[in-house]
T-cell receptor, first 115, second 115 residues
Framework: GENVEQHPSTLSVQEGDSAVIKCTYSDSASNYFPWYKQELGKRPQLIIDIRSNVGEKKDQRIAVTLNKTAKHFSLHITETQPEDSAVYFC??????????????FGKGTLLTVNP | DAGVIQSPRHEVTEMGQEVTLRCKPISGHDYLFWYRQTMMRGLELLIYFNNNVPIDDSGMPEDRFSAKMPNASFSTLKIQPSEPRDSAVYFCASNLGRQANYGYTFGSGTRLTVV
């Protein structure tokens, strides 16, 4: 089955700096890669996703890049703010023909943005 | 849309007791997933359903765990008998399979403590 590795497990940055979280996956057939943000005591919430036919996607201060050859993808947060502090999870799944397959999650990265 | 609704939010039970967790997916979603979250193991998929039919239960830890989806708007996860190592946050999530490659919507979770 799919295996998703996520690094680093913790990341501390100063407000205004950039943060980068990296994930690798094992199943070359995986084609969908979402990122979730989970604040303390809350549910995971989708913040951005990318499909395997796209190399990069941006949404305001957040961007995700995908390298299919190397089987890794990354989350980039620019101009970090204290409210970005949370646990971030990457995930991967193999969707085809309209069938929805299970998401396999990384272990998460605790991001702390210091004011 | 009320989102994915889980109950109870918190459950404290004694070892050996039966525990039932409940989930109402978003109306119209045809996939339902049960995940367990712990510090050590992160987010683990326990089981998922498509159109009320269990598709993959390979993540169910042992026979003490069972899940049902009697109709499109309700699912249960039962643990009998419960053990302290079952203590975790259990999340239910749903997805519309026709929109493959869209991320899940998670419920608020049930925090289970077995003493």
């Amino acid at each position: 089955g799919e295996n998703v590795e996520q690094h680093p497990s913790t990341l501390s940055v100063q407000e205004g700096d950039s943060a980068v979280i990296k994930c690798t996956y094992s199943d070359s057939a995986s084609n969908y890669f979402p990122w979730y943000k989970q604040e303390l005591g809350k549910r995971p919430q989708l913040i951005i996703d990318i499909r395997s036919n796209v190399g990069e996607k941006k949404d305001q201060r957040i961007a995700v890049t995908l390298n299919k050859t190397a089987k890794h993808f990354s989350l980039h947060i620019t101009e970090t703010q204290p409210e970005d502090s949370a646990v971030y999870f990457c995930a991967a799944s193999r969707n085809s023909g309209g069938s929805n397959y299970k998401l396999t999650f990384g272990k998460g990265t605790l991001l702390t943005v210091n004011p | 849309d009320a989102g994915v609704i889980q109950s109870p939010r918190h459950e404290v039970t004694e070892m050996g007791q039966e525990v039932t967790l409940r989930c109402k997916p978003i109306s119209g979603h045809d996939y339902l997933f049960w995940y367990r979250q712990t510090m050590m193991r992160g987010l683990e998929l326990l089981i998922y359903f498509n159109n009320n039919v269990p598709i993959d239960d390979s993540g169910m830890p042992e026979d003490r765990f069972s899940a049902k989806m009697p109709n499109a708007s309700f699912s249960t996860l039962k643990i009998q008998p419960s053990e302290p190592r079952d203590s975790a946050v259990y999340f239910c999530a749903s997805n519309l399979g026709r929109q493959a490659n869209y991320g899940y919507t998670f419920g608020s979770g049930t925090r289970l403590t077995v003493v």
